[in-house]
């Protein structure tokens, strides 16, 4: 479960209906509390694996540009040495792995985009605990003055007092569930994009091989004229 879906699915569980089975609101509102508290934990650990990740991709990342490097150089001996048999094979491996090494910069750009919206989801649910946190000293110190009231009217007006306080969290739901879809609208744009990236870069991979061994010839020759 995600981060703000944890959250969002303690708040649509019917409050109200607890509260009223309740036989001691202060404690339910401090169950609240921690179950959303765990949710944080849950959501950090969510964040630090996403980090990790990050920091996995950038490394595949830099080892497969550094491996494209590699071969190109051994193409330009191998065409120095004059097998161009060769150092056609040569610049295909480059090419795989440049074409690899891309496909990781996407992943890893969307990663870091990932990260980073997780970290101020993040920062925003723990804020959100605080607020919850003050909310509920106010309805408990309004739960006592309600319970003294009763004690004199001998109403049950204790209810009617939690059910407005509790509306707070039903407008932090409204705010979660927006941010949920605007997360996903982000998504669906940030895949139709990699897509048609991708097929732009399969359509030309064939003629960058022919262009690169040409430059490579041209570099050669220039090189030998200046000797």
């Known amino acids: 479960m995600g981060v703000l879906e944890r959250i969002s699915t303690l708040i649509k569980s019917n409050i109200n209906e607890l509260l009223d089975k309740a036989e001691d609101p202060e404690k339910m509102l401090n169950q609240l509390i921690r179950d959303m508290e765990e949710g944080y934990r849950e959501a950090r650990e969510q964040v630090v694996n996403a980090m990790a990740d990050q920091k996995r ?44 090494s891309n496909d990781l910069k996407l992943a890893l750009d969307k990663q870091e985009d990932d990260v980073t919206n997780l970290r101020v989801q993040l920062s925003a649910l723990q804020a959100k605990i605080e607020e919850a946190k003050h909310r509920r ?3 408990v110190a309004r739960h006592h003055r309600l319970k003294a009231e009763q004690k004199i009217r001998e109403s049950a ?7 407005e306080a509790f509306a707070a969290f039903q407008r932090m739901e409204e705010r979660i569930e927006l941010e949920e879809m605007r997360m996903e609208a982000g998504a669906e744009l940030d895949e139709e994009a990699e897509a048609v990236e991708a097929r732009l870069t399969r359509e030309e991979a064939e003629l960058q091989i022919e262009e690169r061994l040409a430059a490579l010839k041209a570099k050669l020759a220039a090189k030998g004229d200046a000797d």
Do not use: F
């Not at 001996?77 to 690899?100: M, P, T």
């Not at 007006?157 to 059910?163: C, H, I, R, S, V």
């Open 57 to 100: 991709l950038e490394k595949k990342y830099l080892a497969n540009l550094n491996l494209a490097k590699e071969w190109e150089h051994k193409a330009e001996v191998a065409l120095q040495s004059g097998d161009e048999d060769l150092a056609r094979r040569a610049l295909k491996r480059a090419q795989d792995y440049e074409e690899l």
């Open 137 to 139: 000293n106010v309805l």
């Open 157 to 163: 007006t204790g209810l009617k007092a939690t059910d």
